[in-house]
């Protein structure tokens, strides 16, 4: 009951066993020797996969032989053979001859194993190792006594092996054949009938092995009997069949078994003699040792269970009687294994390089790992050694895939030397290692990168066309293809065409230059490079330029209205009488530079002796040393001479002719026509002009009112009373007082600025700000407010002086000499714009920024402020009037 249970249970797992594997692997079967092509079977059928996906999804057969037997079609699915196959060669002492391949799938991996089992043919014959056997039989030998024949060898396998003996027709002897089932059969001569030697002495037989082909294959051998006289008695061995064990670590002499065969006859014929009996391709004395007298069998060396784990030894027995009779006995030694075998590992690459961006689970290698110990000693353990981004998976027994486990970054690792360690379970344990070199290859995950998210240039204005300004990198960690970096323009400026004045080269990124910079008109701009690698896709980033025009001192400075009439004369009249100080005239330029290049200062360049006048340096403003003399000339001729700072200093110069009269009532202004712009009025300028008649209208009729009250309280002639006197507040109100002298007018004939000046006797200051209109005075009708393009907003830095664009080198304040004044005929008003002056000449108000500034400078702000030496005290600085800013152009 209990053993048929057991039996039952064995069973249940035998067959739960047998599905596993057949789950596990797909089984095909091929004759030897199969025309190169056969198919053996279909793979997209048995791994169910559509035909289609075989060459996208990369099917992949790989095996761990040395040759490539067998070979898929991607496109059909089917397995053929692809080289030719020789059981026999691959297998030469299995009864089962089986190659194991591996068909891998990707894209999901997949992986199976298949089995081909090569079925034999018969195309080996038997054949005999021995040409002629002699044998030797006592004519006494009983009948039914057995004698060994000598063993055919068949390569082929199976059924195709020895499966019989035939024996020539004879009288004496017939076969006892052994079936060995798988193995190749064996037969002994069996005696039927008696000898006798005298009547026959030799018996010729011919023996012939037969295997078991359709049709079968045939080998024979050639027996020769000789009949001997009469021993009674053969020796007997003490067992049919002995058994022994043997370590194949055993040294040499060790013993292994020891026999023991009787006769019982005495004397020499009861003496035994041991020999071994070769057998077909084996002779036992290779591998054992045989004492002939004692019957032991010791290791004579060479024993290794790898290559055999048992023999099967045949010893005779002979005595030494005149006629010599012998047994047969067999041995069969069984050989114990030893762990002395360390695991092979077998590395077939799949993916080498691997890309950096491989999946979790992509399979880069198969690992197969042998050890041909057996039992515990064969049982092998792998895993990988290092601490790596790669594992091994288990695929079936000892076979394994090496598959990605972790990120792959080619920038910070670009291979890996993957130790594969594999150990047995015998004691002790044995272990090898294999390493596998994996080169990671690039793929493009790094877009290039500047050093610097912004790049600032300086440009010097006036450079040559075509020159390297500037030489732009960026690196990208990538490889090959993916680092080779291309450098494009970017114009991302409103108001400008960057690509037109600048080009990069698109693989050195060199930026050069397609025209000359001028500062004058392009002080900045800005634009983008974009750094763009090879790779598929590419990828890109970019970096700001900033490109700065540096000023170079490339213009002279320019001399202002009214003195830069082109062909006029300029003629300044002065009273005999003026005092030390005299305000002569006022010369304005600008120069379109900046900084240093643009700052102005002014000289005077006299004739020799002449120490008449003075020119301030910074001011530009003539004026006298001293009063006059009897000796000095009635005309003067003055050369000004305006330098700029810069770097060679550039210059221009105005004449000035300085007449001296010797009355006050001979001195006219002479006016000049300022040629008026066509450019279109703004909106400011045009509210500005209304405000400015509108003033002046207000004062015309003031004054008329004045000298019409004046003139009704006198009791003489008009000439006998001295002109009333109007003063100018910074507020913008007038006061006029009456004085007992005579006030003469008098007008500068600068266009841009009008000093009236009143003069009693003797002459006062020139600082005081007074007006006197005298009725004879005629006007010429000008405007010479400014035309030109809308004023913009005051910004950030609309208000500066000279000291701060001249870096502190000299101290110099803006003042306002005056607002406005009439000119021409009765309700035009003449707006004056205003001038650069020192701190030294004492002007009071303020404006900013300072002439000489520059094309962009034309800012200006207007504030009243407290006078010269000669203003009121009581007032105080007003709020500004307005603000005008122009460009590019100064105003004439």
């Known amino acids: 009951m209990d053993r048929g249970r057991n039996l039952g249970i064995l069973f249940s797992l035998f067959v739960l066993f047998f599905l596993d594997w057949s789950a596990a692997q797909i089984s095909y079967s091929v004759t030897e020797e199969a025309n190169k092509g056969t198919v053996i079977g279909n793979l997209a059928k048995d791994l169910n996969v559509n035909v289609n996906e075989l060459q996208s999804r990369n099917l992949n057969v790989v095996s761990g032989y040395s040759r490539k037997y067998f070979e898929a079609n991607i496109k059909t699915g089917d397995l053929y053979v692809h080289e030719r196959i020789d059981r026999e060669e691959l297998c030469p002492n299995s009864l089962k001859c089986t190659l194991n391949l591996e068909a891998i799938l990707s894209d999901p991996v997949s992986l199976r194993r298949i089995e081909v089992v090569v079925v034999d043919l018969n195309d080996n014959a038997p054949i005999f190792v021995e040409n002629n056997v002699v044998l030797n039989i006592y004519e006494s030998s009983p009948t039914g006594e057995h004698f060994l024949l000598p063993l055919a060898l068949d390569a082929d396998a199976g059924s195709n092996s020895v499966k019989t003996y035939k024996l020539s027709p004879n009288e004496y002897f017939s076969l006892d054949v052994q079936s060995g089932g798988e193995r190749s059969a064996s037969a002994e001569l069996v005696l039927l009938k008696a000898l006798d030697r005298e009547k026959e002495p030799d018996i010729k037989l011919t023996l012939t092995a037969v ?11 050639q027996i020769h009997i000789s009949v001997l006289d009469v021993n009674d008695n053969t020796p007997s061995f003490s ?9 194949e670590n055993a040294p040499p ?11 019982l006859d005495e004397g020499d014929s009861g003496t035994v003699v041991y020999t071994f009996v070769k057998r077909a391709n084996f002779n036992p004395a290779d591998v054992f040792s045989l004492n002939a007298d004692s019957g032991e069998i010791t290791v004579k060396g060479g024993l290794d269970y790898e290559s055999q784990s048992a ?3 045949h010893v005779q027995a002979t005595d030494k009687g005149a006629s010599p009779r012998r047994a047969n006995g067999k041995v069969l030694i069984e050989v114990a294994d030893v762990n002395d075998n360390a695991p092979e590992i077998v590395v077939t690459s799949l993916m080498n390089p691997v890309k950096e961006d491989a999946e979790f689970g992509s399979v880069v290698a198969l690992v197969t790992v042998t050890d041909k110990d057996g039992g515990k000693n064969g049982q092998t353990k792998c895993k990988v050694a290092d601490s790596v981004p790669f594992k091994l998976t288990s695929n079936y027994k000892n076979y394994y895939s090496l598959v990605v486990d972790g990120r792959l970054d080619r920038e910070r690792r670009a291979f890996y030397n993957i130790t594969i360690t594999a150990h047995d379970e015998g004691s002790p344990s044995l272990s090898s290692t294999n390493v596998i070199k994996v080169q990671v290859s690039d793929v493009n995950d790094n877009p290039p990168h500047f050093s610097e998210p912004i790049v600032n240039i300086y440009v010097k204005e006036n450079s040559a066309v075509g020159d390297r300004i500037y030489v732009i990198k960026a690196i990208d960690p990538d490889a090959n293809e993916n680092a080779k970096i291309t450098y494009s323009l970017e114009d991302n400026s409103k108001n400008i065409h960057v690509t037109s004045f600048i080009n990069i080269n698109s693989e050195t990124g060199e930026i050069l230059s397609l025209k000359s910079f001028d500062y004058e008109k392009l002080k900045t701009f800005q634009f983008k490079v974009q750094a763009t690698d090879s790779g598929v896709p590419p990828l890109s980033s970019n970096v700001t ?10 213009n002279s400075p320019s001399i202002l209205a009214p003195y830069s009439e082109h062909g006029s004369v300029n003629s300044e009249n002065i009273p005999y009488s003026a005092e030390a100080g005299y305000f002569v005239a006022k010369i304005r330029a600008v120069d379109a530079d900046s900084g240093y290049n643009a700052l102005l200062s002014y000289h005077l360049s006299e004739p020799k002796g002449n120490n008449l006048f003075r020119i301030g340096t910074s001011s530009g403003e003539i004026r006298t040393k001293r009063r006059m003399s009897d000796n000095d000339l009635k005309s003067h001729p003055l050369l000004v001479l305006v330098c700029d700072h810069g770097e060679p200093s550039l210059s221009a110069t105005v004449s000035i002719e300085v007449v001296v009269l010797e009355s006050s009532a001979d001195m006219q202004t002479p006016f000049r026509h300022v040629p008026l712009k ?20 207000i004062f015309l009729l003031s004054l008329i009112s004045l000298m019409a009250v004046r003139c009704h309280r006198t009791d003489a002639s008009f000439s006998r009373y001295s002109a009333p006197m109007i003063t100018t507040h910074p507020d913008g109100s007038w006061s006029y007082s009456k004085a007992t002298q005579q006030y003469d007018v008098c007008f500068s004939s600068d266009t841009l600025k009008s000093d009236v000046v009143v003069f009693p006797a003797p002459f006062p200051p020139v600082d005081a700000e007074l007006i006197s209109i005298n009725g004879t005075d005629t006007f010429t009708r000008t405007q010479t407010l400014p035309n030109s393009e809308k004023p913009k907003a005051p910004n950030s830095d609309w208000r500066y002086s000279a000291s701060l664009r001249a870096g502190g080198v000299m101290q110099s304040s803006v003042h306002m000499e005056e607002s406005s004044v009439l000119q021409g005929a009765q309700g035009v008003l ?3 714009w205003p001038t650069a002056s020192s701190a030294a000449d004492a002007e009071g108000g303020e404006v900013s920024p300072p002439m000489g500034a520059g094309v962009d400078s034309n800012s200006w702000h207007f504030r009243y402020g407290p006078g010269g030496p000669g203003a009121p005290q009581h007032l105080k600085p007003g709020p500004p009037l307005f603000t005008h800013r122009q460009s590019p152009s100064p105003p004439l």
Request: glycine share 6%.
């Open 311 to 313: 023999y099967e030894v």
């Open 253 to 263: 002499g060790s013993l292994v078994i020891q026999l023991n065969a009787t006769d």
């Open 830 to 832: 003449v707006q004056n």
């Open 678 to 697: 066509e450019d279109s009025f703004s909106d400011l300028n045009l509210y500005l002009l209304i405000a400015i008649v509108s003033v002046s209208v």
């Open 211 to 221: 295997d078991g082909g359709k049709p079968p294959n045939t080998g024979t051998v």
């Open 545 to 554: 330029v900033n490109v700065f025009v540096l000023d170079e001192n490339d």
């Open 239 to 247: 067992k049919t069949l002995y058994k022994a064990r043997v370590n």
